[in-house]
């Protein structure tokens, strides 16, 4: 049973707010909600990570609904940089022992000029 | 800053040849991954490494090997190259951020099986 569920793609124009939504109905209170994007012929890139309420950084902001099974990442005024695979993952938070985060398929966002 | 080297960025190899992909990472973090990524599809974990000399295996380890010799390398080993895993290995590391954790990846070695 997959823990998370993204759309597998979606598009916006340049200069657009893109925002990826993330279903993890089954998400532990341990847990805590990362994202990562992957631009072609590279490897995943942190974005932002949270557990909780808003969670905001210079790239990215993260809004986690109240009962935390949802979640959306959201960009604001999209560039072609910006077009890539968005993961969405939950794991269990670790504190100093090694931890493996698992990649779905996650969204291919499509930005067009 | 910190980078992590794959090497080689292409390889191509015979059906049945064993092949070796290596990483390197001056981040020196203490764990390390490599993860399997086929074609339009999510990562798959195959090995990883706490600390030096450590493996532990991923749900996709059969059909391959691993080595921590040294903190900064973390080396994978193909022990017979199938068609059916031609793929872009990723080497990741990963350092404890506050209370959580976050991963830094190469750009993968991308395997060719003829």
């Known amino acids: 049973l997959a823990k998370t569920t993204q759309p597998p793609s979606m598009e916006a124009y340049e200069g657009q707010e893109v925002n990826v939504s993330c279903s993890h109905t089954n998400i532990a209170t341990s847990e805590y909600i990362y994202w990562y994007r992957q631009v072609p012929h590279q490897g995943p890139q942190f974005i932002i990570q949270?557990?909780?309420d808003y969670v905001v950084n210079e790239v990215a902001s993260l809004f986690i609904s109240a009962d935390r099974k949802l979640s959306t990442l959201s960009l604001p005024w999209v560039s072609l940089r910006d077009a890539a695979v968005y993961y969405c993952?939950?794991?269990?938070?670790?504190?100093?022992?090694?931890?493996?985060?698992?990649f779905g398929s996650g969204t291919k966002v499509i930005v067009l000029p | 800053g910190g980078i992590i080297t794959q090497t080689p960025k292409f390889l191509i190899g015979q059906e049945g040849q064993k092949l070796t992909l290596k990483c390197q990472q001056n981040?020196?973090?203490?764990?390390m991954y490599w993860y399997r990524q086929d074609s339009g599809k999510g990562l798959r974990l195959i090995y990883y490494?706490?600390?030096?000399?450590?493996?532990q295996k991923g749900d996709l380890s059969e059909g391959y090997d691993a080595s921590r010799e040294k903190k900064s390398s973390f080396s994978l080993t193909v022990t017979s190259a199938q068609k059916n895993e031609m793929a872009v290995f990723l080497c990741?590391?990963?350092?404890?951020?506050?209370?959580?954790?976050?991963?830094?990846f190469g750009s993968g070695t991308r395997l060719t099986v003829l």
């Open positions: 993952i939950v794991t269990v938070l670790t504190r100093g022992f090694a931890s493996a985060l698992t």
């Open positions: 981040f020196n973090h203490d764990t």
């Open positions: 949270g557990y909780k």
């Open positions: 990741a590391s990963s350092t404890p951020w506050g209370d959580a954790e976050t991963l830094y």
């Open positions: 490494s706490i600390t030096e000399n450590d493996l």
